[in-house]
């Protein structure tokens, strides 16, 4: 059962680095240089499809595993220990990534004109940052290194 909640949470992160990766420095650059939005929107579209699930198995699997390295979640809050430390960290990453995530979906995209472009690239900046974080903070907990 382990190795089948592990390899879901990292397809979930495959899917969701990877598709933010490609939005940050090839769809995106492209659009603020013609200062086009209809690029992003389209890429927004079709990845939202399998972006959207994705963050939710990551989401979902993530608990499920953080739960075994530290059962209960809250005392990983201690950062008592570098293993607690590292699960804390990963799940404020994860609850950072919703709150931008969110914002953008409900706020920036749904008005998303050429003058508002800077500001959605801020926070394609920012969400790709949390999840390489995120990535990060995941071969640490599994490898302790």
């Known amino acids: 059962m382990f190795r089948l909640i592990l390899v879901l949470h990292l397809l979930g992160a495959a899917i969701w680095v990877g598709g933010h990766l490609v939005l940050l420095l090839t769809i995106l650059p492209k659009a603020l240089r013609e200062r086009d939005p209809a690029?992003?929107?389209r890429f927004e579209h079709g990845y939202?499809?399998?972006?959207?699930?994705?963050l939710l198995v990551q989401?979902?699997?993530?608990?499920?595993?953080?739960?075994?390295?530290?059962?209960?979640?809250w005392p990983a809050f201690t950062f008592g220990d570098p293993l607690r430390s590292a699960v804390a960290i990963k799940l404020l990453l994860l609850?950072?990534?919703i709150l931008t995530g969110l914002h953008a979906r409900l706020r920036i995209i749904p008005r998303l004109t050429p003058d508002r472009m800077p500001?959605?690239?801020?926070?394609?900046?920012?969400?790709?940052?949390?999840a390489v974080a995120m990535l990060y903070m995941g071969a640490f907990i599994r490898t302790g290194a």
């Open 48 to 54: 939202e499809r399998i972006g959207i699930p994705a």
């Open 59 to 73: 989401a979902v699997t993530g608990i499920w595993l953080a739960a075994r390295y530290v059962p209960g979640l």
């Open 119 to 130: 500001l959605l690239a801020a926070h394609v900046t920012l969400v790709t940052l949390l």
């Open 39 to 41: 690029p992003i929107l």
């Open 95 to 97: 609850l950072g990534t």
